[in-house]
């Protein structure tokens, strides 16, 4: 049996460029993988999620088991047959929303009991049973279960929370049933200590993972000190091996994260951000609601090729989500998931012609020209 592959293609500087041959398909890296929660990206058709380029997705492991049901999606033929997405999927492990549950869950060395946020009814997640309900929801790329260490915490917490995490990893790689084309990775933890992130990598390097994630940022901790982490972090990783930051983020840090040698991020930020009226442009983010937008008929972003900006100005989506029409927020998620995927189409191509320094310093500089004043000439 022979797990996905990843073949590193060229590097400039710290930023790398590869691709990852999966049982169902090529992903380009860097990737970003836009977010089904529950089998769906939200307002969008799997087709419309494909079109703008995005070869990989992500489902969530503790929305799924919880509804439908981890045995029932596998019934029905796992969650790529049953949303229609022909692509590889990613699932996370269960372990970051079951952590965010709070009062609601309790931890002990084996796993975590919870209560559902739906119902109140009583669950179990364990390394071994977030590895079968990953294997039932057919995910290409499954994720070891692991505590998120919450931030900020004492390092001795950190401490004992990371190798918590790191016996979790050794339990979830002896449940991971291999298929061909498949994989699973491990997930460094250690908050913002970089003594404890290199034991953590170690660690996972010695079980041996077909790819590493890096768990814990984005939790609050401000984007310096995620770059600072990233810093002391990517280097000790392998470097044949896909690097996945989860939970990551926004247009900079995304750019951030692949100047520090990352090649995989998920977020929600894009559809969230559609369904509350923000746009991401390459000139920064505006909000569609605002009342400057309400005569405007220019296109969200005139570099984008989306439906939202090829066919519709700014005015009528301003429209839209004044008359809370559906049709608005599915414009603005689209626009959003073909902005990123442009940009890390972007990257990859800086990385390859060597000039991912120059892509860098211009994304700044266009992020922070702002939006065009509609009353400019
Ligand atoms: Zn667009």
């Known amino acids: 049996m022979t797990a996905f592959s990843y073949d590193l293609l060229s590097t400039d500087g710290t930023a790398r460029r590869g691709r990852l041959h999966t049982a169902w398909g090529v992903v380009e890296t860097p990737v970003f993988m836009p977010v089904g929660t529950a089998a769906t990206v939200k307002g969008m058709m799997p087709e419309s999620v ?21 045995e029932r999606v596998g019934r029905l033929g796992g969650v790529r047959k049953m949303m229609g997405w022909d692509g590889p999927l990613l699932t996370d492990s269960g372990g970051f929303q079951v952590m965010s549950l709070g009062p609601l869950r309790k931890l002990d060395e084996d796993g975590v ?34 505590e998120c260490t919450p931030f900020p915490a004492e390092k001795t917490v950190a401490a004992d929370s990371m190798r918590l995490s790191m016996r979790w990893a050794k339990r979830s790689r002896d449940a991971f049933v291999p298929r061909e084309g498949y ?13 404890l992130r290199a034991e953590s990598v170690a660690a996972l390097g010695d079980i041996g993972f077909e790819g590493y994630a890096i768990g814990g940022l984005a939790v609050g901790e401000g984007q310096e000190a995620m770059f600072e982490a990233l810093e002391f972090t990517t280097p000790l990783m392998q470097t044949d091996k896909p690097r996945y930051l989860m939970g990551v983020g926004k247009p900079s840090d995304l750019v951030g994260g692949v100047a520090r040698g990352v ?29 400057r937008h309400a005569e405007d008929n220019r296109p969200i972003d005139e570099a984008c090729s989306c439906p939202a900006c090829s066919r519709f100005s700014r005015a009528y989506l301003h429209h839209l989500f004044k008359a809370d029409e559906v049709q608005g927020l599915m414009l603005l998620s689209w626009h959003n998931i ?13 990385i390859e012609a060597g000039t ?10 266009m992020q922070s020209l702002g939006d065009i004043d509609p009353l400019d000439p």
Do not use: W
């Not at 073909?338 to 800086?350: H, I, S």
């Not at 991912?356 to 500089?365: D, I, R, T, V």
């Open 356 to 365: 991912f320094a120059q892509f860098e310093k211009n994304f700044h500089a």
């Open 183 to 195: 994989g699973q990775f491990g997930i460094v933890q250690g908050s913002v200590f970089a003594d």
């Open 50 to 70: 494909k079109s703008t380029g995005a070869s990989i997705i992500l489902a969530n492991t503790y929305h799924l088991m919880l509804r439908p049901g981890a």
């Open 113 to 146: 009991t919870f209560k559902s946020h739906l119902d109140g009814s009583k669950h179990r997640l364990t390394p071994e049973r977030s590895t079968e309900i990953q294997h039932l929801l057919d995910a290409t790329i499954t994720m070891a279960f692991d």
């Open 338 to 350: 073909q902005y990123y995927q442009d940009l890390m189409a972007d990257m990859r191509a800086a």
């Open 263 to 291: 090649d995989m991020f998920d977020c929600v930020l894009p559809t969230r951000s559609g369904r509350t009226g923000q746009g991401f442009t390459r000139r920064g983010p505006i909000n569609i609601k605002n009342a």
